[in-house]
């Protein structure tokens, strides 16, 4: 009777465990079109292993008992993060538009004064001239938010992060600011806050700072954005499996469910 019981709470262990997966590809596909999404990937690892008692074996048995006897007991998340492949670019219209071609991430200044990260560069000014996110937070350059004054005439954001413009009737350009990129550690990490950002943690480590096409962070490519990395096909595929196993496994929920009620009848 406990090894059916046993049993049953391996497979719902495992029931649970695909249920998470579903809801990770769901997220995944339901992003497809997000700008700068990065897909989550689940990672899973076996839970504990349960000995099996070996005495009073024959002597043929002891032998071949020598290694470990375990039963497992089942299955659970062990990781859910951020895949860091890089997306594929689109011309976007817009001078601010912006993708990042490395592993860079913009950073911006939210209205409760905190450092938060992302890969969406679609960028707009508000009514300061600051240069902002479509949730408003400030774009930060390497003296802070950038400034666009009102007599600019075209504004350019070159490789190096440099944004340059020419002043209304004016032929020479001036650089208005330099726009930096933080990279981690480890920035699959990263905890993602909604709004495409993402907010650094103890796992990831301290953001460091670095001018875009120097030292691996990446270029800035104005005039263009990058997509999601989220690959159709893999994801449907990934669904597809995900399903078929939670079908096995239901089933064979199901048969042990009726295998205990048959012994429990029986006694």
């Not at 262990?13 to 249920?19: D, I, N, Q, V």
């Not at 689940?42 to 292993?49: F, P, R, T």
């Not at 450092?115 to 508000?126: C, Q, V």
Request: no cysteine.
């Amino acid at each position: 009777m406990s090894s059916l019981v046993g049993a049953m709470n391996t497979v719902t262990s495992g029931l649970a465990l695909l249920e998470k997966n579903m809801q990770v590809i769901s997220n995944n596909l339901a992003n497809m079109n997000t700008i700068g999404f990065k897909r989550n990937l689940l990672e899973a690892h076996d839970m504990g292993y349960q000995s099996i008692n070996q005495s009073g074996a024959g002597e043929a048995d002891a032998q071949a008992a020598t290694n470990n006897s375990q039963v497992g007991m089942g299955a659970k998340v062990a990781n859910i993060h951020t895949v860091q492949e890089q997306g594929s670019l689109q011309e976007a219209e817009g001078p601010l538009n912006v993708a990042i071609q490395g592993r860079g991430y913009l950073r911006f200044e939210n209205n409760d004064n905190e450092m938060i990260y992302s890969r969406d560069g679609a960028l707009s000014l508000n009514s300061e001239g600051q240069i902002v996110n479509s949730l408003g937070h400030r774009l930060q350059g390497e003296n802070g938010p950038i400034i666009i004054p009102a007599d600019t005439g075209n504004v350019t954001i070159l490789e190096n992060g440099e944004v340059v413009a020419s002043r209304t009737n004016e032929e020479n350009t001036e650089t208005l600011g330099v726009i930096q990129l933080a990279t981690f550690l480890n920035a699959g990490g990263l905890e993602k806050i909604g709004g495409n950002m993402y907010r650094a943690n103890e796992r990831t480590g301290e953001a460091e700072l670095q001018q875009p096409t120097q030292n691996g962070a990446g270029k800035l490519l104005g005039g263009f954005l990058e997509a999601s990395n989220v690959n159709l096909i893999s994801e449907m595929t990934n669904m597809i499996a995900v399903h078929r196993s939670y079908d096995v496994q239901s089933s064979t929920l199901k048969k042990l469910d009726e295998a205990q009620g048959t012994f429990v009848n029986k006694v």
